[in-house]
């Protein structure tokens, strides 16, 4: 391709709007697949099948970042150009830090959150025709249970070991006995959002972004995405991104970290 796809030039402008940098995307295969401009981030991260991609922060307005510092969000994204410069495929992610891994290597442990999807194969298969496009897919997210399979008395200790229990810490509690024996506690790691442990990968939902169903009972939740829809389609999700995102992070703010549940966050 000799010079830039006009769904580039325009993609580049609404992030570059939006992430504040000059030049946000580049390519490595003469044009075909453009992801992000690593000359602006040193940030990158690598997913379990060895992809590795180069992250922005998402913005979060000023008196959110204290809680975002703590728990930032991290942005991707991928577009694949045809042959005759339409756009094939888009895609963004938002990843956030994963806490339950270690790594030596220069990338950032992170998981997957959230997936924004819009490909223009539809039709091409089956398979494919039958997922809404564009559409979101929701990750779980991963954390430690301490509570997992303890009594009363087990939780009031580890809420005290963390400093989130202002009862006094008792001597002879089962657990501080127990502490003595055994140099630590093995948290259990769970995955509820998904079910993966129990055969149910949720993560692979479609969720219609854009579908019509409002308007008659044949309508259609494929779009073909083209210049112009990008143009009107892609800041406006990135500001409801943004948008949702702090609303989380607001709803984090004013919880008790004990009181930071799920069902508590809707």
């Not at 993609?11 to 504040?20: G, V």
């Not at 008196?63 to 495929?89: H, V």
């Not at 769970?190 to 409002?214: K, Y």
Request: with cysteine.
């Amino acid at each position: 391709m000799a010079s830039k796809p006009e769904s580039i030039t325009i993609a580049s402008k609404i992030l570059r709007d939006f992430f504040k940098v000059h030049s946000p995307l580049n390519s490595h295969d003469h044009g075909v697949t453009w992801s992000l401009n690593s000359e602006y981030s040193n940030l990158e991260t690598e997913d379990d099948k060895g992809n590795h991609y180069t992250l922005y922060l998402f913005p979060i307005r000023k008196d959110l970042m204290k809680i975002a510092d703590r728990s930032p969000f991290y942005f991707s994204i991928g577009i694949t150009i045809k042959a005759n410069d339409q756009i094939e495929k888009l895609n963004l992610k938002i990843f956030k830090d994963d806490t339950t891994k270690l790594t030596t290597k220069a990338s950032i442990p992170t998981e997957l959150i959230l997936r924004v999807e819009w490909d223009n194969t539809v039709g091409d298969s089956l398979q494919v025709g039958k997922h809404a496009q564009p559409h979101w897919h929701i990750h779980s997210y991963k954390h430690v249970d301490l509570f997992e399979n303890r009594d009363k008395s087990d939780r009031q200790t580890i809420l005290a070991l963390l400093g989130l229990d202002k009862t006094p810490l008792m001597d002879t509690s089962p657990i501080m006995q127990a502490m003595e024996d055994q140099p630590r506690l093995e948290p259990v790691m769970v995955q509820p959002a998904t079910f993966s442990n129990r055969g149910i990968p949720l993560f692979r939902f479609h969720l219609a972004m854009i579908a019509e169903w409002d308007k008659n009972v044949d309508s259609l939740c494929n779009k073909i995405l083209d210049h112009e829809k990008l143009k009107v389609w892609l800041p406006q999700c990135l500001n409801y991104i943004k948008d949702q995102l702090e609303y989380i992070l607001e709803k984090i703010g004013t919880q008790e970290p004990t009181d930071v549940q799920p069902d508590s966050m809707l």
